[in-house]
């Protein structure tokens, strides 16, 4: 007999790969349209069967894994399309496959079953009962698939294009490694401190000491690192950093702002963590403060 988690891990697997299939015809119908049109209309597509599978068991959080999965596939997928791609092209490949794994299996690992929904879409549910279908359709699934599309353009781009890596381009391969680094870390302290402490505390150990949020960091550096990628063979594309602002926006006015909240009220202390961290930078305040007063 399978038990939650597994029949969990079941559901959402069938609803991402008949998910893709829409997407995959979608695209295929597009196409002539020009290849950033085609993929955009079958992210939105694909969404609106994910979103609708959540709205069947009510549980938006059938949502998350696409954050992290979406890129990857759809990367791969018109990487293969195009049958060839340059070495700058195959360098982001190699960081977004590195970055979408390492998230993936940080949601896989958190994913207890499709009866849990995530607090924040609780808190929604409850705050805004009669607006909450339009704020699961909008807030929660239409509007991070807009972010996450057009973070992922430089990648498209690049696949698209045939542009030779030069040495900032592995410059921001490296700035990409740095951010799935500081995710795999901070992550990793935080479900080990969790295992061995009380709700109630606040974890200050490793990079949590010096940044309230490194994940949030990792995860923002890491779409700027894709940007910078395609920037070092085109400057003119620096329109594209767009993709990359919209997702530092989303983390430093709405998630962590909320999560901020969440925490004064749950975890003891967290006040005064708060006045001794940074938001996001995982170094050392005494750092920022010592460059300040000397300038």
């Not at 998350?64 to 997928?77: G, N, Q």
């Not at 920037?231 to 989303?250: C, I, K, P, Q």
Request: aromatic share 16%.
């Amino acid at each position: 007999m399978m038990n939650d988690r597994s029949k969990g891990f079941a559901y959402i697997a069938v609803v991402y790969v008949v998910a893709l299939l829409a997407g995959s015809f979608i695209y295929r119908n597009c196409i002539s349209l020009g290849y950033l049109i085609a993929i955009a209309a079958a992210d939105f597509g694909a969404t609106v069967i994910i979103w609708a599978s959540g709205v069947m068991i009510r549980n938006s959080s059938v949502y998350d894994p696409y954050w992290s999965v979406a890129p990857f596939v759809v990367l791969i997928l018109f990487s293969c399309d195009r049958g060839s791609v340059s070495s700058a092209g195959m360098i982001m490949l190699v960081a977004v496959t590195l970055w979408s794994f390492r998230l993936t299996a940080n949601w896989a690992y958190t994913f207890q079953s499709i009866k849990y929904q995530d607090w924040r879409y609780d808190k929604y549910r409850n705050d805004f009962p009669k607006l909450w279908p339009l704020v699961n359709f909008f807030g929660i699934n239409f509007m991070p698939t807009v972010i996450v599309y057009f973070a992922m353009v430089p990648g498209l781009i690049l696949v698209n294009g045939d542009h030779a890596a030069g040495p900032v381009t592995y410059l921001a391969f490296l700035i990409c490694l740095a951010a799935v680094m500081i995710q795999f870390v901070s992550d990793s302290k935080l479900h080990r401190f969790r295992k061995v402490s009380s709700n109630s505390e606040v974890c200050c150990e490793g990079l949590w000491r010096y940044s309230r949020h490194p994940n949030y960091f990792g995860e923002i550096l890491m779409w700027w690192g894709v940007f910078l990628m395609l920037l070092s063979v085109d400057r003119s594309m620096w329109v594209t950093g767009a993709g990359a602002l919209m997702n530092t926006l989303l983390f430093v006015f709405i998630s962590i702002p909320l999560m901020e909240k969440r925490q004064l009220l749950n975890k003891k202390g967290y006040d005064e963590y708060m006045l001794r961290t940074n938001k996001l930078i995982p170094l050392s305040r005494e750092l920022f403060t010592r460059g300040i007063n000397e300038h």
